[in-house]
């Protein structure tokens, strides 16, 4: 039988039996806000039956806790999962936000990718507590579906079922940072669905991607599978309508008096227009200055779909101060994981963390790299060939850690555990045959990483292993 390929993450979520979940969103609801402090309306029924229910419980149960038979006024939830239920369409709710029903969906006003992710960094540092009756400051709920519509600046609530009516379908190879990863079950939209943020790929291989979402317990910012942990296959990548900025194709303008595309009523084919010719757009080149006066020229220069000589001059710049491994093909005018892997390294390498090591070259980066200051990028790890996330050695594949095995992944795997402080389970130093002091490094390792479960079993995957070399 094959081994997985990833192993890292079963994420923790509540017990799924249907008491516990009845239980807990009769208690959400009870504690919701109060319709006069622009809660939503159907919380007060809710907060009346729990009353009613507690009450029904003492006289059934006869005050001793026994057990109680006691009639829901709405049907029973199934077992919750992960990142679901979801609420309704809804218009913004609390004291600021007092408008008549629904909103159409329509495109209220453009976006770009940049405010979008910080837009879902500002409930990822509020540390928003998931809830579907609950509205946080800004009139949004607090579930995966109000998390996208805050991001997106919808100025409605929008659910897993109407989400993609603000958006187009796209491919898993045009995803940019700000599209959406949506799963939307007709049958039972409380069984399943889900709608994560694209925050950009994790490496190379392009088989985990940076999820910001919003589920139990708060909002979170994590690397995961494609498309999700489960229903992998069903969450479909979506592009908003509203976008502007870098990574979007832009309409070109129609000639004064060209037709548009026409169709027939009842025609096979459509008929359409001549084509519209398009001036094309110059490019503009970059100041004719030396290299260390050249001024940072700003932030929408760089990142994904970003084409211009920026991007060269900064690859060129990456590859002299050590990040000439992260460019096996050359530099060039289109920004691509290598810029973003040897700009992190470079970061990095000046002992940021954070946001401040993004990959994604800021006015200080820039500053360092053109006034040639600040700390080299370090060389790779013995054994590294080729682009790898912050010079990693390529991950050996799950076999390479089991029972029995031995090769030199193992002996590296050992000192990067000894070097993290994670090798007090050695006694006469790594070694190439892997063993029990090896597992229980890895496993201390992971839970240091707040891994649980099998998340936590002790036998590294793709991602323990890039954590370790970072």
């Known amino acids: ?84 239920p979801q609420g309704a369409r809804a ?59 805050m991001a997106w600046n919808l100025g409605t609530n929008e659910w897993t079922g109407s989400l993609d009516k603000f958006a187009t379908r796209i491919t898993k190879d045009e995803l940019l940072p700000g599209d959406m990863l949506l799963f939307h079950n007709p049958d039972d939209p409380n069984q399943g669905s889900h709608v994560t943020l ?45 976008l502007t900025g870098v990574g979007v194709p832009e309409v070109p303008a129609q000639v004064p008096g060209a037709k548009p595309v026409t169709e027939k009523p009842g025609a096979a084919n459509p008929v359409v227009a001549k084509p519209v010719p398009v001036t094309p757009v110059p490019v503009t080149p970059v100041p004719t200055k030396p290299v260390a006066d050249l001024p940072f020229p700003g932030a929408a220069k760089f990142g994904p779909g970003a084409n211009n000589e920026y991007v060269t001059q900064l690859g060129r710049m990456l590859s002299a101060r050590g990040g000439a491994r992260f460019y096996p093909q050359g530099v060039g005018p289109q920004w691509t994981d290598s810029d973003r892997m040897a700009t992190e390294a470079f970061q990095r390498a000046q002992g940021w963390t954070g946001e401040e090591a993004d ?78 002091a090896d597992r229980r490094g890895v496993e201390a390792f992971q839970r240091a990483q707040g891994w649980r479960g099998a998340s936590a079993n002790g036998y590294p995957g793709p991602e323990t292993w890039r954590r370790l070399f970072a």
């Not at 249907?18 to 029924?45: F, M, S, Y």
């Not at 013995?382 to 095995?405: I, K, V």
Request: aromatic share 10%.
């Open 198 to 242: 694209f925050g950009g790929w994790v490496d190379e291989t392009r088989t985990h991607y940076i999820a910001y979402e919003q589920t139990r317990p708060t909002t979170r910012k994590l690397a995961t599978p494609y498309g999700y942990w489960n229903n992998a296959t069903k969450y479909l990548p979506y592009r908003f309508n509203g």
């Open 91 to 149: 218009p913004l709710h609390g004291p600021a936000h007092v408008g008549p029903g629904q909103v159409p969906p329509k495109v209220r006003q453009r976006i770009d990718r940049t405010t979008i992710i910080n837009r879902a960094k500002v409930w990822l540092k509020a540390e928003v507590p998931y809830s579907m009756e609950l509205y946080w400051t800004d009139g949004y709920r607090q579930d995966c579906s109000g998390y996208v519509s």
């Open 1 to 84: 039988m094959p081994l997985p390929l990833f192993e890292e993450y079963d994420p923790g979520y509540d017990c799924p039996c249907t008491g516990c979940a009845q239980q807990r969103r009769a208690l959400a609801r009870a504690r919701a806000i109060p319709l006069r402090d622009g809660g939503h309306p159907a919380a007060r029924g809710a907060r009346r039956a729990l009353v009613l229910a507690t009450a029904a419980g003492v006289v059934l149960g006869g005050g001793t806790g026994g057990a109680v038979a006691l009639a829901n006024p709405e049907p029973v939830p199934g077992p919750v999962t992960p990142g679901s």
């Open 359 to 436: 990959g994604l070259p800021g006015p200080q980066t820039w500053k360092l790299l053109v006034q040639k200051q600040g700390k080299d990028i370090p060389p790779a790890v013995t054994g590294a060939a080729g682009p790898s996330a912050l010079g990693a050695p390529p991950y050996p594949g799950a076999g390479a850690f089991r029972p029995g095995a031995s090769g030199p992944a193992v002996t590296a795997l050992g000192r990067q555990l000894m070097k993290k402080g994670f090798g007090k389970y050695y006694t006469t130093g790594p070694g190439p045959r892997w063993d029990e």
